[in-house]
């Protein structure tokens, strides 16, 4: 089972960013999936979640507004799109693959964890 995160980069303050996370292996159309963020020096947070069919959906605060994650199951693949990011936005984002179906922002509910792709926001 492999979850491979891609899209990242450099981007100006205000920029966007779209993250891919495409799964092989096995499919999670079941399941919850859910982008998380390190930030070098900090601990590991949530960002976003969406349930199996997309129809539940939890940001963080800090990215509501900004951020949509959506999903498509026919390509096993989650996305996340960025807008409007900042210099705090930066960070490795990681994806990973809930237990069950609808999401949570603790990272005990998730099984399965993608590589990271690194997010630049410059200043």
């Known amino acids: 089972v492999q979850l491979q995160a891609s899209g990242g980069g450099l981007v100006d303050i205000g920029g966007s960013l779209r993250l891919s996370c495409a799964a092989s292996?096995?499919?999670?159309?079941?399941?919850?999936m859910g982008w998380f963020r390190q930030a070098p020096g900090k601990e590991r947070e949530f960002v976003a979640t969406i349930s199996w069919k997309g129809s539940s959906i939890l940001y963080a605060d800090s990215v509501k507004g900004r951020f949509t994650i959506s999903r498509d199951n026919a390509k096993n693949t989650v996305y996340l799109q960025m807008n409007s990011l900042k210099p705090e936005d930066t960070a490795v984002y990681y994806c990973?693959?809930?237990?069950?179906?609808?999401?949570?922002?603790?990272?005990?509910?998730?099984?399965?964890w993608g590589q990271g792709t690194l997010v630049t926001v410059s200043s």
């Open positions: 990973a693959a809930g237990r069950f179906a609808i999401g949570s922002s603790s990272m005990t509910q998730y099984a399965y």
């Open positions: 292996g096995r499919t999670f159309s079941n399941n919850a």
